[in-house]
């Protein structure tokens, strides 16, 4: 008899995003003549650099031809995307990250998930709240979350953002061995310093734990005195494994490609106390398990840090910051408080009532759909996500209607 993986089951609801879209389907079903103005999951909605499709393209028709033809390339990603993320995503930086300690991928949302793979099953587990659910649930898979009671996992420590922390976790009260943090954050949109970075490297090197950082939205940073990676702060190395993804830097999200950095001094430690360098173990699952991101997809990423790619991207980038200033700036003027939209595409909004009325709100009233926060976690209660992906004009209609609506 074959058994399910009964942590399954412990799984809370469907995934935010499909509730959100049966609530929009039900809505559209019944005013087919409204026009609905999507500020809700993520996506982004302009196209790809030029200089990234002039790259594909040239790619594609290499694959043409039997001389350059490419088949199965590097498990790890080709040396020319390894070489140009390693100079200008960290040694620009004065962060000390080689070619050699990228792995490429289809997508941070996969690395992200599959990441505690290679920890022990009964690993502490710290996770935000709010949070991008995806660390959580597949925590809960693999079997670590303790039991469902009075809104949370029994066993999983929580790492509140609220107001009164800036949104910036404070350190766990009981020993951790596994943290995730994300900054700038989904779905708060706030940023850490480095001094706030500096305690949790500090405290994991303190109790040998690794932080998994997830930099996904780290292309929306405009502020100078930022870190933009965990490596700008010292000991990091040791202690902490980075996500990124070309996704919301470059519009990659029907694209798919990522990166995830496993420095070679990053240790966790076997059953005896010996330590084990986790880049062999993240090697050894990436190149059992996954066969590569295409070579057209590689070049486009690669074009990315080309001069036309960066200059194109700082436009792209800089497109989706307006709206996230104009909406942050509308919902100040209504009365609301507001974290994120200065350095993040997302604006967390204290609804001053509870997150799903006021997500109704918003759709029967002004038909614009957000997400509400409360599908992030316990300390989302309250509060909205609008995200900024979308068109000026978009966004400058939604938010007349959301004016009138509230
Ligand atoms: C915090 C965070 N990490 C990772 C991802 C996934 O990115 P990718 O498209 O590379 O899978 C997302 C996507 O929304 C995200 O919000």
């Given amino acids: 008899m074959i058994n399910i993986n009964e942590n399954y089951n412990k799984l809370q609801a469907s995934y935010l995003f ?19 103005i999507k500020l809700g999951i993520g996506d982004v909605t302009r196209a790809l650099p030029a200089a990234c499709i002039e790259a ?20 790890q990603g080709y040396d020319f995307l390894r070489n140009a993320i390693a100079t200008n995503d960290f040694q620009s930086r004065g962060a000390d990250i080689s070619a050699d300690e990228i792995f490429v991928s289809d997508g941070s949302k996969c690395d992200c998930g599959n990441i505690q793979e290679i920890f022990a099953t009964d690993a502490k587990v710290a996770i935000p709240d709010p949070v991008y659910p995806v660390y959580t649930d597949t925590n809960v898979m693999a079997g670590r979350s303790g039991t469902w009671k009075d809104g949370r996992y029994q066993g999983m420590p929580y ?72 490596y700008e702060i010292e000991g990091a190395r040791e202690v902490a494994i980075e996500f990124r993804s070309f996704s919301k830097t470059a519009g990659f999200t029907g694209t798919r490609c990522a990166y995830t950095v496993v420095p070679k001094a990053c240790m966790a430690y076997d059953s005896e106390g010996n330590a084990q360098p986790v880049h062999a173990l993240w090697n050894r699952r990436h190149c059992t398990k996954f066969n590569g991101v295409s070579y057209p997809v590689q070049r486009a990423a690669e074009a990315v840090y080309s001069p036309e790619g960066k200059a194109q991207v700082k436009e792209l980038t800089d497109y989706y910051l307006e709206n996230a200033t104009l909406i942050r700036e509308k919902m100040i003027s209504l009365g609301y408080q507001i974290a994120g939209g200065e350095n993040s595409p997302y ?46 004009k978009n966004v400058k209609e939604a938010l007349t209607r959301i004016e009138k609506a509230l």
């Fill in 56 to 75: 594909m393209h040239k790619a594609v028709d290499e694959m043409a031809s039997d001389g350059d033809f490419r088949g199965y390339g590097p498990e």
């Fill in 347 to 392: 604006i967390w909004i204290n609804t001053g009532g509870d997150s799903w009325e006021f997500f109704d709100k918003l759709l029967n009233e002004a038909s614009v759909v957000t997400t509400p926060g409360s599908g992030f976690g316990a300390c989302g209660q309250g509060y909205i996500r609008i995200s900024a992906f979308n068109s000026h």
């Fill in 159 to 230: 790492l509140d953002s609220t107001a009164a922390n800036n949104y910036v976790p404070a350190l766990p009260e009981e020993p951790v061995d596994l943290i995730y943090l994300c900054f700038p954050n989904n779905p708060t949109g706030a940023t850490a310093t480095k001094a706030q970075l500096k305690t949790w490297v500090d405290y994991a090197k303190e109790n040998k734990a690794l932080i998994l950082f997830d930099a996904a939205y780290v292309a929306f940073i405009r502020d100078e005195d930022l870190p933009q990676s965990i």
């Fill in 18 to 36: 499909s509730d959100i879209s049966k609530k929009v389907a039900a809505f559209e079903a019944a005013n087919p003549d409204r026009d609905i």
